[in-house]
């Protein structure tokens, strides 16, 4: 995989008493948070809890109904478009792609933001679509239509849009959906390697925990619209968060290859039982808890 190690500027993204909502319906509430600056960050928490809403709202796509997004200290809502667009990428849950366009086309999107009235495509164009091609393993696909292409490779497509973008701050909305187990994967290692190779500031919502305490230098628990923990993986998983976020009663074990956190569930069934007390075993009489084997 190739990426540009050209270093990037550390831009900085916070929200304070942030409020979002759909309508009448107010999802997120009084949410202050600072994205720390260079590093992993996912956002974890129970479907409705207001995970997409909030990376939504960073983004600029939602309007707030109270409070501000602040990126690199200024109001968000106040920047131009195109100026948030050249530090600032997003992938939306569900991106809808025109119709009859081809997969280089779309990578190329990505390059709208540093597209001016003056400036032409350029080699550097030419090399940032490659890039992000190769790194998704969708070079080979270029010349397809996406409506062709399957749901993994759409999302492989869509990623690779992003990161032509090349922009500071990069936001994903469940990016390893639809991916077969290997991209679950190669997804947040490519991540990863962006992150660690050009210092860019990565917001990922995520549904899979175990992956997101692999892959997170900083996790963000939300419960009802508001942060319930947030840290590293070691100070934000535990059994007791589990259950306060998810409802759910888990065993928290150290994952051998990582040496992350890595949730086990615990249900109603398929849990290994006691063994039973040899006392209520009588195997001269053939009978087992006091009851005569038939």
């Known amino acids: 995989m190739v990426l540009s190690d050209a270093p990037v500027t550390r831009h900085t993204l916070s929200a304070v008493d942030l409020g979002l909502g759909y309508g009448d319906r107010q999802i997120v509430e009084n949410l202050t948070v600072d994205i720390p600056t260079g590093k992993v960050t996912v956002i974890i928490g129970a479907n409705g809890c207001g995970k997409s809403t909030l990376l939504r709202g960073l983004a600029r796509l939602l309007t707030p109904t109270g409070g501000t997004v602040l990126l690199d200290g200024k109001a968000i809502s106040a920047i131009p478009s195109k100026q948030v667009a050249k530090v600032m990428g997003l992938l939306p849950q569900t991106p ?8 280089a086309d779309l990578v190329g999107r990505g390059r709208y933001p540093h597209q001016g009235w003056f400036r032409q495509w350029s080699a550097d164009d030419d090399r940032a679509v490659a890039e992000a091609l190769t790194a998704t393993s969708t070079l080979d696909l270029a010349d397809r239509p996406i409506e062709e292409m399957s749901g993994g490779q759409r999302q ?31 997804v947040p ?56 976020v998810f409802g759910l009663r888990a065993e928290i074990i150290t994952d051998p290859v990582s040496k992350t956190p890595t949730i086990i569930p615990i249900g109603r069934h398929h849990c290994a039982e006691e063994e039973p007390d040899v006392d209520q075993i009588s195997v001269v009489s053939g009978e087992w808890a006091g009851e005569t084997l038939r």
């Open 156 to 186: 492989r497509v869509w990623i690779a849009m992003a990161l032509a973008q090349e922009t500071d701050l990069l936001l994903l909305d469940e990016p390893t959906t639809y991916l077969d187990l290997s991209h679950q994967l190669e």
């Open 96 to 103: 809808i792609a025109p119709e009859g366009i081809t997969v």
């Open 189 to 244: 290692d490519l991540l990863t390697d962006l992150n660690r190779q050009r210092g860019t500031t990565i917001v990922i919502v995520m549904h899979d925990l175990n992956l997101a305490c692999r892959y997170a230098d900083h996790l963000i628990a939300m419960r009802d619209g508001r942060i319930s923990a947030e840290g590293t993986p070691n100070q934000v998983i535990t059994s007791t968060s589990m259950h306060e």
